[in-house]
């Protein structure tokens, strides 16, 4: 069988030029040719599909061969060939589970010890280091070649190829004699500024890394070197693109979080252009897929992944963004997580995002109060627990109310409001808004009108939300949905509508200095509807409720047009009950002030001035009279006929007549 040709055989393996340390070189140590005589190397040699033997090297023989130091080890021939034939049919986009069993072996088992065993020497020659760094820059293409597949083990290589540049391989093979390394790298870098590097047009970059200025750790050459290679042959942008929301497959949690360790790893090393170029897409794509991985519900094992993928973002984010902004970006993705559960179409799910909601909400409201010293000391000293940093941390009120807004989540509550456990739940996020003056008048009452035809519990839940939403609304709102309550037929009307009106109508009255107060005149009606529709339960509730609320200072003005509207049911023979009773409560509630002197005793003096009490009272006694003594009339009325006589009569029966002719039933 015949030995594959390319540019790994001995004889063209002493072209490979070796970077001088005393000059600080960092050029890729691989030639741009490789790629091209490569794919004809093994496209025109055998079949792919062939025995592969020969390439079946083991890593005990790798190891010896390096130990040997032979320049170049033929086993690390052996080994660059099998790595350079895995990364062109990696690149013919064969799947990786359809590779040769020998070559399988070796990337999943051979090449990761043989990566670790390099990486823990520091005691290579600086001549045999160059092939060696070779092998590793090609082992980097062959990673870049199987990102999208996912092989674990590789992933694993990519993390110990770029991860922390102080182990045992970077640190050694400094030549006697001359500059350091670190001396060199300095030197190549006093020039060097992120204009030089940043790629114009079509113009490939030269530099991804760079060194860090006043750094008390220097890296080795060969660590920039991976790092530049890497880029320079798409690994960075094939990490972007794996962890893209809209690849083929999306990725799993474990695997963007394998791909992010490279990145985080050589951070501080990254040329500023490139920074800011690669790490705001980054964030962006993450987080997307984070995001779509929140919609299902996460198992135990991949909380701690999520948590970490968040940490490693913050890292980065850390490059390009001042602490305030990161913070925003974080919450900004708790928001968009919260939403996706509140937009679902399940239930409990929505529930759930409605509760993330509210703690943002709770969070944005608080106060936060500063522990002094002493607090402080009492605090540890009794081994009270810490409140969590969450709690302690406020959010900014103005970017949650702009959020709030931009994705419509007031809206999407009033279209939800079907149930009225999603409306419970998001009282104080509507009570939020309201404060801030953003809840329009017809989000209430599309809330008002999810209670319209519902059963009594779902009408109550709605009552009860609205309530405590009251005291956050403006005046002209609770004015609306005063109206819109007005508008229902008298026989859909039970006790706890009408408490509701009294709530609104109490809460309006401390906002409102208006005249006329809808509150009060939609109570009225329901005092005096004696039809059968309304039950006597919601016509005597709504006697009390009513004559609570003229108790009040504010009602001054309303409480005498309502006593003159008792005065005229009782001539009219209408309401006769309720309007006694209500007239006997506001009279009860006269108060004098400093300008005007009042009594219960004034009061009625005025209202007979007016409207002739007795005289209305001695005439329709007569009436009265006459119809009891009428053949087939019982001597005792009920209280409840329609005629302000037979409440007359019934208290000269119990003997209260001399209080009622002074005082009107005072």
């Known amino acids: 069988m015949n030995k ?102 070796f990337i999943q088992t051979s090449l990761p010890k043989t990566i670790q065993f390099i990486l823990s020497r520091s005691d290579f020659p600086f001549d045999f280091k160059a092939h060696i760094n070779e092998y590793l820059c090609l082992t980097l293409e062959l990673i870049i070649a199987l990102i999208p597949q ?118 501080d090393y990254l040329a500023k252009w490139f920074v800011d170029l690669y790490v705001a897409r980054v964030h962006d794509e993450v987080f997307a897929v984070l995001l779509q991985l929140t919609v299902g519900d996460l198992g135990r094992d991949d909380k701690p992944i999520f948590t970490e993928i968040g940490t490693q973002i913050q890292e980065l984010l850390g490059l390009i ?5 990161i913070d925003r970006a974080v919450e900004k993705f ?72 931009k994705n419509a989540v007031v809206d999407n509550v009033a279209k939800l409001s079907a149930h009225p456990e999603v409306i419970r739940q998001a009282t104080s996020v509507l009570a939020f808004v309201a404060r801030a003056g953003q809840l329009d008048t017809q989000h209430v009452l599309m809330l008002y009108d999810a209670s319209v035809g519902k059963h009594e519990s779902e009408r109550h839940t709605i009552f009860a939300v609205l309530a405590e939403l009251a005291p956050a609304l403006a ?34 009255l401390t906002k409102s200095v208006a005249k006329s107060v809808p509150g009060l005149d939609l109570l009225w009606q329901l005092c005096m509807q004696v039809e059968p529709p309304l039950g006597s339960a919601v016509a005597e509730t709504a006697v009390q409720l009513l004559t609570d609320l003229l108790h009040n200072p504010e009602c001054a003005a309303q409480r005498a047009a309502y006593m003159d509207a008792c005065v005229d049911n009782l001539k009219a023979g209408t309401g006769v009950l309720q309007s006694l009773l209500a007239l006997r409560t506001m009279l009860g509630s006269v108060v004098s002030t400093k300008r005007k002197k009042l009594s219960p005793a004034a009061v009625i003096e005025g209202l007979e001035h007016k409207h002739q009490l007795l005289a209305a009272f001695f005439k329709e006694l007569v009436q009265y009279r006459s119809a009891a003594e009428a053949p087939g009339c019982a001597w005792r009325r009920p209280v409840h006929a329609p005629s302000s006589t037979a409440v007359v009569w019934s208290l000269i029966s119990a003997g209260h007549w001399f209080t009622f002719a002074c005082r009107v039933c005072l």
């Open 150 to 267: 996912d092989v674990p083990e590789l992933l694993a290589c990519l993390a110990r190829l770029l991860g922390a540049p102080n182990v045992p391989y970077f640190q050694g093979s400094a030549r006697s004699g001359k500059d350091t390394i670190a001396d060199a790298i300095r030197k190549d870098y006093e020039n060097f500024t992120d204009d030089d590097a940043k790629p114009d047009g079509d113009t490939r970059p030269t530099h991804y890394a760079r060194l860090p200025k006043g750094a008390e750790f220097t890296p080795s050459i060969y660590y920039i070197q991976l790092i530049n290679h890497f880029g320079k042959k798409g690994g960075f942008d094939a990490i972007l693109k794996r962890v893209t929301v809209t690849s083929p497959a999306r990725p799993p949690l474990g695997v963007v979080r394998a791909l992010l360790r490279p990145v985080v790893n050589v951070k």
């Open 321 to 325: 963004w001042a602490a305030p902004e």
């Open 475 to 508: 005046a002209d709102q609770i004015d609306a949905l005063v109206q819109a309550i007005g508008r229902i037929a008298f026989k859909e009307y039970d006790v706890e509508s009408v408490r509701l009106v009294h709530t609104l109508t109490n809460v309006s």
């Open 4 to 105: 594959h040709k390319h540019p790994g055989d001995v004889q063209n393996r002493g072209d490979v030029p070796v970077p001088d340390e005393s000059k600080g070189e960092i050029e890729d140590p691989v030639h741009e040719q490789n790629d091209s005589t490569t794919e004809t190397s093994v496209s025109g040699g055998e079949s792919a599909d062939e025995s592969e033997e020969e390439y079946l090297t083991d890593h005990t023989a790798i190891e010896n061969g390096i130990r040997d130091l032979n320049v170049p080890s033929r086993q690390l021939e052996k080994a660059v060939d099998i790595v350079e034939r895995a990364t062109h049919l990696a690149r013919r986009a064969r799947k990786f589970d359809t590779f040769p069993q020998s070559i399988g072996h």
């Open 334 to 405: 708790n928001m968009d997580v919260a939403l996706k559960s509140f937009l679902s179409n399940i239930l409990e799910k929505r529930l759930r995002g409605l509760k993330a909601i509210k703690k943002l909400v709770a969070r944005a409201e608080q106060v936060r109060e500063e522990k002094g010293f002493l607090k402080s000391f009492i605090q540890q000293a009794m081994y009270a627990p810490r409140e969590p940093d969450s709690e302690l941390k406020p959010l900014d009120a103005r970017m949650l109310l702009d959020w709030l807004k």
